[in-house]
């Protein structure tokens, strides 16, 4: 049998001209060159890329959708975001002088409640935010956001574009509380990005994640993919002419572990969970993951 087959491949390659010969060989040298260079592929939404493609495809889509970034929230979410980041906030009771680093801080939802958690709460002006973004075009949208805060011209905020994956610039055990809000399932290597966590947090450090998240219940599931499939895309390109980076942000929510198992994400990094490490918010349409630093 074998004989039989190259003897046929033979045959169809004297028949086949030079030049797409030698095309086809290249395009299959190619291939295999690409495929030994890292060997190792992801997701972007429901297509299998290249790791290294990832980045520079989410890079792509949050630069599109920056200055929409907070309408693209209310329509994803109903608005309800706005409440899930308020019991985010909620529930890490920061006190005075905490130090934050909000990763994946986009345009500052986060940083602002924090700050103005400590201000309301404890009438404190010592706590210091630290928004850090792979994106400059998201964290600039963040800036021009604080401008027009009380803490413009302050050094209770600060900006830094970095990846996730390697907070070069921030030191081991330098911050009391990490947060990451509808951020980390965009990230190439979510392992990484907690173990990195772990490693700029003091000890007795709270890891903390809001993220969209498994919907258990089949009847609000269903209802939760029509809306997610069918409208949030065409909302996308009615809102900011983008349809496919909606779609991008849709597939990308599936693609996410589900809640158990990411707080076992997060123990493996070693942090220590209370309970099952998790709380679901609006039927597990999102959830509020946090680890401590023990």
């Not at 297509?47 to 520079?56: G, H, L, S």
């Not at 345009?107 to 928004?131: E, P, Q, S, W």
């Not at 003091?202 to 993919?225: A, H, Q, T, W």
Request: aromatic content about 10%; glycine content about 8%.
């Amino acid at each position: 049998m074998s004989r039989l087959m190259l003897k046929q491949s033979r045959l169809f390659m004297r028949h086949v001209p030079s030049v797409a010969r030698r095309s086809f060989f290249t395009a299959g040298i190619q291939r295999i060159q690409q495929e030994n260079a890292t060997g190792k592929t992801t997701h972007f939404g429901f297509r299998d890329v290249a790791e290294e493609e990832k980045e520079n495809l989410v890079h792509n889509v949050f630069a599109n959708v920056a200055s929409k970034y907070d309408v693209m929230n209310d329509a994803m979410s109903l608005g309800i975001h706005r409440i899930w980041k308020d019991e985010f906030i909620r529930s890490m009771a920061p006190g005075p002088g905490t130090k934050l680093l909000d990763v994946a801080g986009g345009t500052g939802d986060i940083a602002l409640k924090f700050l103005d958690y400590c201000k309301n709460i404890h009438h404190d002006n010592t706590a210091t935010v630290k928004l850090v973004d792979i994106n400059a075009h998201m964290l600039e949208e963040g800036k021009k956001r604080f401008q027009k805060t009380q803490y413009a011209n302050t050094n209770q905020a600060s900006f830094l574009v970095q990846n996730a994956e390697h907070l070069d610039d921030i030191p081991d055990e330098s911050m009391d509380v990490y947060t990451i809000a509808f951020g980390i399932r965009n990230c190439t290597h979510v392992d990484k990005v907690v173990k990195e966590a772990y490693r700029v947090l003091k000890k007795g450090g709270r890891f903390m994640c809001l993220e969209f998240s498994k919907v258990d219940n089949p009847l609000i599931g269903k209802i939760y993919d029509i809306y997610s499939f069918d409208i949030i895309p065409a909302l996308g390109q009615v809102i900011a002419g983008d349809r496919d980076s909606y779609q991008y942000l849709v597939e990308s929510i599936r693609k996410f572990p589900p809640q158990e198992e990411f707080a076992q994400i997060i123990r493996d990094a070693g942090f220590k969970t209370i309970g099952r490490g998790y709380e679901d918010l609006t039927f597990g349409v999102a959830a509020i993951h946090s680890g401590f630093k023990i």
